[in-house]
């Protein structure tokens, strides 16, 4: 017969002291925890002699109380598999669901119940948007494509060797040698001067701003914000109490004269300069040392998030701001979500030698370590030449897809989506006509099973026109043309 599922046994509430007999107050306790729902029909319960051993009493009761409640319907027993909560228990013996719900806390205070004002910064709003995996799910590299039978083979391999040390407290910091592959590899791509020693080892770039935001920030300071910009550090950093200064970007990255006049007293920026996010532009090397010299003259943090700083197609992949800094302002910010895939979830923090003990404090006070066995993994990959591998397989790949999503905007949208930011990255932006709102489109393009992202969300300022992010990493060529038909249906 078919296996029974095991379940866990809630505690059984026994009282020695009590005149009612052994077996009566553990039939009774069976019936109230069936009734209720607590044990489930078909969950196998304890043998008769386990129970006894870890009740601490004679085998004769709970032999006594299991024969009962088998004659009275609630357990059954069969033949090589131990004895269950019956499958079919009559209704008259078990209380309605709704009458076991808990009631509304409105309901039990007399009136609604008071979080912090922490709690609502991290809420948002409902993104409809998010609900699929296919066209355009920004954010969501080729999954397809994933050297997957690879890293399964790599993550079996360190799976099957873990030494004890793997297996106990890992280094808040991170595992030495994947920090140590790290900082070569950020040295030769994209020109950061570290040693393994300033790297530290995340959950990913989100978990790295909140560690970012948290050592550097006191509730209160204020940080430029790109407007438009990314609103998960949006997220972050007012979950730090952070006052964000909205700094507007053009084609040559953010505006820093503008943010040294409305942001003097700033402690620190936020940027993604290679690729910014969403509009895609890359800053400009003018800007950048503006930058630099205003973050030193100032005594600010600078917050680089190098957002798909990997897959750049009309030039080389430019330099970080990071290696340009002379004064260890910069606070330099990477994921693989992007790279690799997203529930990975490894990322790093590249930080000045004087902040180490700060940060290392910071990411043990949130939540001590990362994964050893995926860390261990992305070591070997990352060793072994499969992570060049992959970026320069995925380049090529991803400037198809980038050309698929213009022939088909060109194709079904025509006019109506004025594109901008594809020089790089898995994404594109697109303006849409004045007056067209993109919040809309995007909700009705979910019911379409295509998800684009508003712009209107990633500014702090209300914008002059809406606009669509498409993410083309994660869909193949039919669901572009697809995705970009059944979005030109909702204008």
Request: neutral net charge; aromatic residues 8%.
């Amino acid at each position: 017969m078919q296996r029974i599922p095991a379940g866990f046994l809630p505690p059984v509430a026994m009282d020695s002291g009590s005149d009612t007999p052994m077996y009566q107050q553990l039939s009774d306790w069976f019936r109230r925890a069936i009734s209720s729902g607590q044990l489930r029909p078909g969950q196998r319960v304890p043998s008769t002699r386990s129970l006894a051993n870890e009740l601490g009493i004679s085998r004769i009761p709970v032999l006594g109380a299991y024969e009962q409640l088998q004659s009275e319907g609630f357990l059954e027993t069969f033949t090589g598999a131990g004895t269950c909560v019956a499958r079919a228990i009559p209704s008259d013996l078990t209380v309605p669901r709704a009458k076991l719900a808990r009631p509304e806390p409105a309901a039990m205070h007399g009136g609604s119940r008071r979080t912090s004002l922490r709690a609502a910064q991290m809420r948002t709003p409902e993104a409809t948007w998010l609900a699929n995996m296919g066209a355009f799910r920004v954010g969501l590299p080729a999954l397809d494509a994933f050297p997957a039978a690879l890293w399964s083979k790599l993550v079996s391999r360190h799976a099957r060797h873990l030494s004890a040390e793997a297996m106990g407290y890992g280094d808040p910091m991170g595992h030495l040698p994947l920090r140590e592959a790290i900082a070569e590899y950020l040295g030769a791509a994209r020109a950061v001067r570290c040693n393994a020693s300033q790297i530290l080892i995340t959950t990913g770039s989100q978990q790295a701003l909140q560690i970012c935001a948290h050592v550097l920030l006191d509730p209160g300071e204020r940080v430029w914000m790109e407007d438009p910009g990314y609103p998960g550090a949006h997220q972050a950093l007012r979950t730090a109490g952070a006052e964000l200064v909205p700094v507007p970007v053009d084609a040559e990255g953010i505006d820093v004269a503008h943010g040294a006049r409305v942001g003097a007293d700033a402690r620190a920026v936020y940027i993604s300069p290679s690729h910014q996010f969403p509009l895609g532009m890359a800053m400009s090397a003018s800007r950048r040392m503006q930058l630099l010299h205003w973050a030193a003259s100032n005594d600010a943090w600078i917050i680089e998030d190098d957002y798909d700083s990997e897959y750049r197609f009309g030039s080389r992949p430019l330099s970080s701001l990071q290696g340009a800094d002379t004064h260890a302002r910069v606070i330099y910010l990477g994921t693989f979500s992007k790279v690799m895939f997203p529930a990975l979830r490894l990322g790093y923090v590249v930080v000045p030698e004087d902040l180490v003990a700060d940060f290392h404090a910071g990411r043990d006070a949130i939540d001590t370590f990362s994964s050893m066995l995926y860390q261990s993994a992305m070591t070997e990959f990352i060793r072994e030449g499969h992570f060049a591998r992959h970026i320069r397989s995925m380049r090529t790949l991803y400037m198809q897809r980038r050309e698929a999503v213009h022939e088909a905007i060109r194709k079904y949208l025509g006019e109506r989506l004025e594109v901008i930011g594809t020089e790089a990255g898995m994404q594109l932006a697109g303006l849409l006509p004045h007056g067209v709102d993109d919040v809309a489109v995007s909700r009705k393009a979910a019911t379409k099973g295509v998800s684009v992202r508003p712009l209107t969300p990633c500014y702090l300022e209300p914008p002059s026109r809406g606009g669509l992010l498409l993410g083309y990493g994660g869909a193949n060529l039919a669901q572009i043309d697809e995705g970009v038909r059944r979005l030109a249906e909702c204008f």
